[in-house]
């Protein structure tokens, strides 16, 4: 095995960065070894499901329906009346998935590994190239109060390492909603995003393949009329790439 400079470079600044900033596991208490780990250790991350791109997969929402490779394709059936035209994610929203998604609504960083998954990702599941990528919009009370959007942290991550350009001004949530609740029933998510979102600016979406970036995908509503309001304006294709996935 042969390191490159940069290899050797990223390792010693790691562990200078460790030595200066010890870290500790969010989710075990043990010590994070690497900074490109972030928030967890190597044993919870390697506990966590991140999707080899080879498990069977609903083809449209990308809701996770068995481990082994698909023989034909398949879909779930309960996301016809979306309007993205495919979803994806890295992973599960379980374990050092859900505590990695959690803290990027505190801390406006994404871990190098995952930034290298979510880019493999994005590169494995979507039939043609984008030409922007925008993150689902904060309604602004919210962003105020956050003072960043972490899908636009997101975003930037994988603007970055694509060259894709990001755009988030074009696409807005006009409607504060309360924060979705694991309580919260279908019926209720759906209403509360489905008039939510608009486009400020029609000029740069028209004629454009767009990949919608999140933190979560859980019902797939919010992904969906981010996307009717995108087609509407004239947009191509929407896309939607997440970190999480609800099973
Ligand atoms: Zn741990
Ligand atoms: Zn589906």
Redesign the pocket.
């Known amino acids: 095995m042969s390191f490159s400079p940069t290899d050797i470079l990223t390792s010693a600044s790691d562990s200078i960065l460790s030595v200066l900033y010890p870290q500790t596991?969010i989710?075990?208490?043990?010590s994070v070894n690497r900074r490109s780990e972030g928030i967890?250790?190597d044993?919870?991350w390697s506990k966590a499901t991140i999707f080899s791109g080879l498990e069977t997969f609903c083809l449209k929402c990308g809701a996770f329906l068995s481990e082994t490779e698909p023989l034909i394709d398949t879909y779930c059936g309960r996301c016809d009346g979306h309007f993205y035209d495919r979803a994806r994610a890295v992973g599960v929203y379980r374990g050092?998935m859900s505590a990695l998604i959690l803290n990027l609504k505190r801390t406006p960083h994404l871990p190098s590994q995952v930034g290298r998954w979510l880019e493999i990702a994005y590169l494995d599941s979507f039939p043609i190239f984008a030409d922007v990528i925008i993150p689902v919009p904060l309604s602004r009370r919210r962003f105020k109060e956050r003072g960043f959007n972490q899908a636009a942290i997101i975003g930037m991550d994988l603007s970055k390492r694509t060259a894709i350009p990001m755009d988030e001004l074009s696409l807005a949530r006009k409607i504060h909603t309360p924060i979705h609740r694991a309580g919260m029933d279908l019926k209720a998510r759906e209403s509360s995003v489905k008039n939510a979102f608009e486009v400020t600016r029609p000029k740069l979406i028209i004629g454009k393949n767009i990949l919608l970036v999140d933190d979560i995908f859980t019902s797939g509503s919010t992904a969906s009329y981010c996307a009717k309001a995108l087609k509407k304006n004239g947009a191509v294709s929407v896309n939607v790439l997440t970190l999480g996935r609800a099973v």
């Open positions: 596991c989710i075990c208490g043990q967890a250790c044993n919870c050092a």
